[in-house]
């Protein structure tokens, strides 16, 4: 059987912050892989574990629920973002031990390289070359996010010899069948668990147990990369956090899911009473918000009892124009109803943390004020998350229109942290106070 490297990349970017972060597609893919026969390797270069001596350098130390900084380093910044007076950097393993570990490896027949935030593309352009370098025999096969958004701009600027424009499980294969004359049937992330094998010292687990959203949010682009919601079955989801529990050692894991709390009864409920049978004392982490409208006193309860911490949401905006604009998720009074039912459960209010977007077309500083003392007022804790123009989304003509920089032909002023489509009300400085407002 053919032998397989698949590589997470560097993140180049000003800033990042091991938020629970593991490349979820890519270790789907691995153990897809695996279960067809093949021979695989897998090395996450911004893994802070990865071909260091233990223990971890003071900096690097975890906290307690497994979030930490990656190792980074700073370099040169991209021609076009030389004006911008922040510091650029590579995260992730340095580039010599990165080359020496290639270089312990067995000689691939083929490379995957997977790809996230499209404006990350210099990051998995330098990587790519460090692997042409090492191997200058395989041919690489870039897949991701970046290469399904932007598949031209990946062509023309990424060196990798295949591009996986979509899922892995769709378009893999043919490709498969170009380089090895065979094309495998490899199964989807909802059939599969995924394992932790590949890292020596896992901080803590990942999971996604569905992709796509019951929601048509003119901003995300999730409804649009998967248009009908697809589930692993409760049992399968039980397995797999049991699984990372148990053979990898996490007490931590994180869902990635988009739409983990729809339609309760028929998918988290069931996972989470599995969960609770099993007596795994995890806790739970949600960094990608979670809908606030199929919240039940129920649902609350399971969530507490089952080790859910730190939750947070996604509401937004409370300006209810924006709202019906943006497409209706939820509004504010879902979630003077989800903190009711949270509280009776348990959990205090300032514990949920609910996101609110900035930097929209349009959206004047004194709105996203308005936004933050309405959740304020709630007893929540609210998070702004800065708004990323991302292609194909509804969103995406409107974004043109107020940008700032020409983000269409360059990826890197996607960098939601440039603000690229923001009301001229609100600049770095008023972004930062409302920042800190929202601590207060
Ligand atoms: C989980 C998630 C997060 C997590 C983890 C992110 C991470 N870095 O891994 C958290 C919550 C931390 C997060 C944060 C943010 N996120 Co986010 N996030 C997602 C989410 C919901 C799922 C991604 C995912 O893991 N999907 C599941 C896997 C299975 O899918 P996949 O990786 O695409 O893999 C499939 C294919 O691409 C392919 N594939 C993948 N790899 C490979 C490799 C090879 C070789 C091959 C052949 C194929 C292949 O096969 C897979 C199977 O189908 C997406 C939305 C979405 N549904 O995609 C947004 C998304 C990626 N996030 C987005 C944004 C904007 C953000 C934030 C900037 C928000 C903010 N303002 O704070 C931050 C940035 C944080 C950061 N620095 O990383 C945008 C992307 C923006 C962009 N320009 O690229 C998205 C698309 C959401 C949206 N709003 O539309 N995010």
Redesign the pocket.
Known sequence: MPQLL?VNPW?F?FA??D????????L??AEALKETGFEIELVDLTDPFLNRESPLPRQLRRMPDGRGKFFAEEIPKPAALKNIARKYKRHGVDPARAESLFATITKPDAI????????WYPGYVRTSELLRKVFPEAPI?????????LPEHARKNLPADFF?V????T??PE?FRKIFGAAPRLK??EQIGIGLEWYSCPAYGVV?TG???ASRCR????WK??PALRRKSPELAVEEISGQAENFGVRNIAF???ALLVDPGEHIMPILEGVIRKKLALNFHT??GLHLKPMTRELAKLMKRSGFQVIRFGLETADPGRQKMLGPKAGIDDLASALDDLEQAGFARKEIGIYMLAGLPGQAAEEIERDIQSVKKLGARPYL??????PG?DLWEEACASARFDFVNE?LF?N?SLLSCAHPSLTPQKLSRLRALCKE
């Open positions: 698949l993140i970017d990042a912050y938020f629970w972060l593991k490349p979820i597609g890519l789907s893919l995957l390289l997977s790809t996230t935030m499209t404006y096969i870039a897949g991701g996010l970046y290469v399904t958004l996986c979509g899922d892995y499980e378009f893999l490709i989807s992330p996604i992709r796509g959203c901003y995300c682009v999730s990369l998967h990635y899911d988009d960094p990608n998350t800065e708004y990323s123009p991302i989304t990826p996607q939601c």
